[in-house]
């Protein structure tokens, strides 16, 4: 005791003298009625510094907790995976030295269990913590510190207990890179006076922490699985499959703290409504403890079990308890608000001791617990024996990496995937045996496959957490059908699939130049390759067929033809070039022989038909009220999926740019329907930068601000033409178009209020191939993602600047209420028009939405290397469409 005394006195000494915010030594986070054993040490004798002290760093924990962990028998500790920054994954496995004797044949009798193999108690709980997937959220990390110091140091019979009857698995922690950035920023705005006002520097960082390096939030990923930390966890949870899953934030400093279960009646229909009630038993024990201290908090409001992707909610259609944890924020470490002081040490108490509430919980209900899980699963197998539906067959034409993304995709989330044997033919629509899938439902996650696959467009509530349209194969643009066991019985004996990435057979060498076609997805970082070469490269605005050493090859619109005649290069470095684009691309490439096509006017030298391509220099502007979310998206998709380099500028940064050195700009929505995203001078100089030559490519709600910028500024200059001043005064309302606002209830303002509001859905989309911006898509029918109500408007005297536009009857799943539906159907998703030498592109919708849209990514990626192929009409159009 004299050790712990002596480290607390010296810790406040400093305190006062050194740190602002409440520090706390060990003793505040032990347990009354625990011994703890002296010779474990506790974080502040191995970091230098208690928790709520300074912000703890990522690598100071880590080292901590791997050393407590390789010292105690209890404790076993193993890297998962690695963020983008390179930081690792850890999980931490705690449960008694017998049980660690014998952990994969726990694991494996677990799995038996679930499946009815096994006895209800043949194999102890299996429980799940994760810690950090934000990494604003202070808490949420720092509270896995005397969690594991308790499980390490801890003795007496109610935790020896514990460890007997559970295998507890804590993640640690799930974004890494996000806590790091938290970290450095309050480090960077740290003071020696304590301020904690919530204005100040160092509270203010949410979104830029709460994300990982590309802005991903990870609490999205669960489902989705673009990012490496989300693949790592997925993995090791699906080896496991606990039975519960506690998933712990922080929200609004304001606002007390919260627990699941959630809104009651926004739950999603997959999921059964006993998850619901044994959550609520878990809960009693949280309130209890929270009682016990005369604490406040609030459960079954706000938080949603619908989006089936977040933390909570994907262990729950996978047959655990998902449990959702939010403590008010104490941000850069401790803040004043309207209840009082928040301070970090103190919400990490309390995320500490729900971790507690939850164990015991879920061991006071273990036989519940256990019969519903083996319930949950019994039912997936009736119900995938009695809806008359063997399975799901699906395919990317033209796009094999496509297709296998998706198979990578369902593997991840163990779902079992096969080639098909032999062809078959579903609603007209033929699935090859060569690039096609089959999903059987008899699977024991038969309703992951469900929620993955399947459409919803009715709901009991209007009011979404998280977006409510999420049906992957419409994000991915696949061909898909439900099948019937008669349907699928000549093609269901294929081997298991894996998605893994095929590269393409090594290219002859050319005599005359190289094709390759432009629907595989990564055909545009191929083209990227070509270009950063400084090799010519053209693309073909019809479809056309090459002779190539191989034979003859189909060549849709976009494909690219790379000359070997006046090039720079020797002919062995673009080889090795085309090597390079097969092999790790896994685009096929072809040896063209002769420049003469077999088709009329088509010919590889035609200027007309093979249009020559620059390489794109893209500048993407963030902050300044744009997105962090989408500039991720555009980034990591751009970085990270097509290798190529783009140019990150603050918006406030844009006028101090060369803009002769860039070819594109790249402006995300997140302003707001009525914010200008760019001031008056800005806009001058960007939209004559346009016309000069360069490309704008604007998406949500900053598509909308450049059509209206632009429409402005055609007026202005046609008014000063004309010498008359532009009237900007609004015409008074008619008297008698007056309409009188209806009356309402006050407690109907939340449904109401949302009943327009499109938090996230799916629509469809008539896409014209023949335009550039349509190049490499297999057809004219394009899902989109939706998130926004407002709708742009169609441009005067051009018929063809609308290559994408919605459809009569655009929902295909998720919300949007009936008079959103009609006013969007009909109207443009892109606008695509030149402007003087140069262009603009508009997207109503954000084409790369958490990097789970590779079915509108291409439009994107269109609109960066083809933007110089959109022309502009020379006749005079009527309102029939025909030019004059």
Same mark, same amino acid.
């Given at each position: ?97 017998? &049980? ?22 043949? *194999? ?317 439902? *008899? ?18 509530? &209007? ?69 950063? *070469? ?16 191989? /034979? ?54 035609? &200027?007309?038909?093979?249009? *020559? ?79 000069? /030559? ?191």
């Amino acid at each position: 005791m004299l050790r712990r005394f002596c480290t607390a006195l010296f810790a406040i000494s400093f305190i006062a003298f050194m740190a602002p915010a409440l520090a706390a030594p060990v003793d505040y986070f032990q347990v009354e009625g625990v011994t703890y054993d002296e010779a474990v040490p506790a974080f502040e004798d191995r970091a230098g510094y208690e928790i709520g002290e300074r912000p703890v760093r990522f690598g100071d924990m880590v080292s901590y907790l791997r050393e407590i962990a390789d010292n105690s028998d209890r404790i076993s500790v193993e890297t998962i995976g690695y963020s983008h920054e390179r930081r690792p994954i850890l999980t931490f496995t705690v449960t008694s030295p017998d &049980n660690h004797a014998n952990l994969e044949a726990i694991r494996e009798t677990h799995l038996q269990r679930l499946e009815g193999e096994a006895a209800p108690d043949a *194999a102890p709980m299996v429980l799940w913590i994760n810690f950090g997937v934000h990494g604003a959220e202070t808490s949420s990390m720092d509270a896995a510190i005397p969690l594991l110091y308790h499980f390490a140091a801890g003795q007496g019979t109610d935790l020896e207990a514990q460890l007997n009857d559970a295998v507890m698995i804590f993640t640690v922690v799930f974004n890494p890179d996000g806590h790091a950035r938290r970290i450095d920023h309050v480090e960077t705005f740290w003071s020696y006076a304590e301020n904690t006002d919530l204005n100040d520097a160092a509270h203010n960082m949410w979104i830029e922490a709460r994300t990982n390096h590309y802005w991903f939030d990870l609490n999205r990923q669960w489902l989705l699985l673009t990012q490496p930390e989300s693949q790592a966890w997925i993995k090791h949870w699906h080896k496991w499959k606990p039975m519960v899953s506690a998933d712990y934030h922080e929200m609004g400093s304001s606002s007390p703290y919260y627990f699941h279960p959630g809104e009651e009646l926004r739950r999603n229909p997959l999921i059964p409504e006993r998850a619901r009630e044994l959550t609520k038993g878990i809960g009693e024990r949280h309130a209890a403890f929270l009682d016990s201290e005369a604490r406040l908090y609030w459960t079954e409001q706000g938080f949603d079990n619908f989006y089936i992707g977040k933390g909570s909610t994907y262990p729950q259609i996978n047959g655990s308890l998902g449990i959702l944890f939010e403590a008010g924020a104490a941000r850069g470490g401790a803040v004043q608000t309207e209840r009082g002081l928040v301070e970090t040490a103190d919400n990490v108490r309390t995320q500490f001791r729900t971790a507690l509430t939850t164990i015991q919980g879920a061991l006071d209900l273990r036989a519940e617990i256990t019969a519903y899980q083996r319930d949950f699963f019994a039912e997936n197998a009736r119900q995938a024996a009695s809806n008359g539906q063997a399975g799901w067959v699906f395919t990317a034409k033209g796009d094999p990496e496509r297709a296998a993304r998706f198979v990578r995709l369902l593997r991840m989330h163990d779902i079992e995937v096969r080639a098909l044997s032999a062809e078959i033919t579903i609603d007209q629509v033929t699935y090859s045996s060569n690039d096609s899938f089959y999903v059987p439902m *008899a699977q024991t996650n038969n309703r992951m496959i469900r929620g993955i696959f399947e459409r919803f467009t009715e709901f009991d509530e &209007n009011i979404f957490y998280d977006v409510s349209g999420w049906t992957l194969p419409l994000a991915y643009d696949l061909e898909y059908a439900p099948v019937t066991a008669r349907q699928i019985r000549s093609a269901a004996s294929g081997a298991m699939a894996d998605g893994a990435f095929q590269p393409a057979p090594v290219p002859d060498r050319a005599p005359y130049g190289y094709v390759f076609d432009w629907s595989h997805s990564f055909a545009p970082r191929a083209l990227n390759r070509v270009l950063a *070469a400084d090799l010519m490269a053209r693309a073909t605005m019809e479809e056309t067929v090459v002779r190539t050493t191989t /034979g003859t090859v189909e060549l849709g619109r976009g494909a690219i033809f790379v000359p070997l005649a006046r090039q720079e290069a020797s002919r062995g470095d673009i080889h090795a070039i085309m090597t390079t684009i097969a092999a790790e691309d896994g685009v096929p490439v072809f040896a063209a022989t002769s420049g003469l096509t077999p088709v009329s006017g088509r010919d590889l030298g035609s &200027n007309r038909t093979f249009r *020559a391509l620059k390489a794109p220099r893209v500048v993407l502007a963030y902050d300044g009220g744009l997105s962090r979310y989408d500039v991720g998206e555009v980034w990591w998709t751009l970085d990270y999926r097509q290798r190529m380099p783009v140019t990150l500028v603050e918006k406030d940064r844009l006028g101090s740019l060369d803009w002769e050195e860039y070819s594109h700009l790249v402006l995300v929505g997140g302003r707001g329907e009525q914010e200008p995203v760019l001031d008056e001078g800005l806009t001058e100089a960007v939209l004559s930068w346009v016309e000069s /030559g360069g490309t704008l490519v604007a998406t949500r709600d900053a598509a909308l601000w450049t059509q209206s910028a632009i429409e402005a500024r055609a007026a202005a200059l046609a008014a000063e033409a004309a010498g008359t001043p532009l009237e900007a005064a609004a015409e008074e309302p008619d008297e008698d178009e007056t309409v009188e606002t209806e009356r309402l209830d006050f407690a109907d303002m939340g449904l109401r209020d949302a009943e327009h509001v499109i938090g996230g859905a799916i629509f469809a989309a008539d896409l014209d191939t023949s335009h550039p911006l349509g190049f490499g898509f297999a057809d004219r029918d394009l899902p989109v993602h939706r998130n926004v109500s407002f709708t742009l408007t169609r441009p005067d005297g051009n018929p063809y600047a609308v290559p994408v536009e919605y459809a009569d009857d655009p929902l295909l799943t998720g919300y949007a209420s009936e008079r959103r539906q009609e006013e969007i159907a009909g109207t443009p998703s892109v606008i695509a028009e030149r402007m003087g030498a140069g262009a603009i592109i508009l997207m109503a919708d954000n084409p790369v939405f958490r990097g789970t849209y590779p079915g509108t990514e291409k439009l994107l990626m269109n609109a960066i290397f083809f933007s110089g192929l959109i022309d502009a009409p020379r006749g005079d159009y009527g309102e029939s469409g025909a030019a004059h």
